[in-house]
């Protein structure tokens, strides 16, 4: 991407990092952890305020360049993009609808690296159906009292703070309500990193709730008003996902093309099959179409276009970019043939990714309801 609102000195900072600190944990002694070194590397280089306004220590990044920021550092690696984007996501919502007493208190830790947010939303039964929630936030004298639990929540274990989605209710009504949880808070638990496919530098787990007491300070926006908290992220997550989809696709295209140049079958290059040129091609049109949809959306978030228009152009951005990078990784695989399948080339770790991209942040079938949604008002 070259839009006009991209800031080439973060790209190239974010480039330098990748790669001096990303290969340094990229081994089983770090799989399904957060290496605190490797999110300081990046909040000393600016990356912890990307969604921070300057005035609480951030850089107050476009949204296009906040998104190849991710594309950027997934062509290394996603486990850090992931949890960085989350991280990126929780600031930038507290920066939009926090008190002015807790965007100073916590703005500035959460650019600097002292902090680490996670977004805590999804439950064993609520998923993308927030109206399913269970996890409940009773409410008290001085405070609130959680109880409930949540699952396959990034970062969770390291974040310093979690954004929690919960049902309230009192005279006035109900609804869903957002609060600000510190891991200290008593009652907070934590389950076991879960065994996933991929993603090994982006842990996650489930968080539990036994009458956690947080103060009345823990609200962030309005009381029932946390579903409109929770949707003014949405669409940012979705585009910066498109955009670690599109890394990950940069990446294997790259390592194929590497590959089949160097790789001799019957006396020639395996590049001066047509068969395979034509796969190649393919790929290549593929990731060119998913880097337009995503920088479009990203520009409308910039340009503050109609709610709807964000919404179609980031949900479409999000299901394009990463079904295509299912594809294209699942390609770049078979280009490498029994390479492909060995742990000693990186396509087959690109492959596995590409697979959390399509259900994270809602799943693409979520994202075709959307747009379909809007398309017949």
Known sequence: MTPNHLDPLVIETVTRICKSEIPKYQNEQFYNSIPRDLFTS??????????????????????????TVFETISQYDLGPAI????????????????????????????????????FALTEPQAGSDTSALSTEATILADGFSLKGSKCYITSAGFADLYLVFAQTKNDT????STFLVSKETPGLSIGKPERKMGGELSPIASIFFDDAKIPSSSLLGPLHGGMKVALSGLAGGRVNIAACANGLSRAALDDAKSYLKERHQFGKPLAEFQGLQFMLADMYIKLVAAQALTERAAQEMDNQSSTTSIKMSSSSAKCFATDCAMEITTNAVQLFGGAGYIKDYSVERYMRDAKMLQIVEGANQIQRMIISKELLG
């Open 42 to 67: 990046f909040c000393e280089a600016g990356l912890g305020g990307l969604s921070i306004p300057e005035e609480y220590g951030g850089i107050g990044a476009s949204a296009t360049t906040i998104a």
């Open 83 to 118: 949890f960085i984007s989350v991280h990126t996501m929780v600031s930038g919502i507290i920066a939009r609808h926090g008190s002015h007493e807790q965007k100073s208190d916590l703005l500035p830790r959460l650019a600097s690296g002292e902090l680490l947010g996670a």
């Open 173 to 176: 009504g109900s609804g869903t």
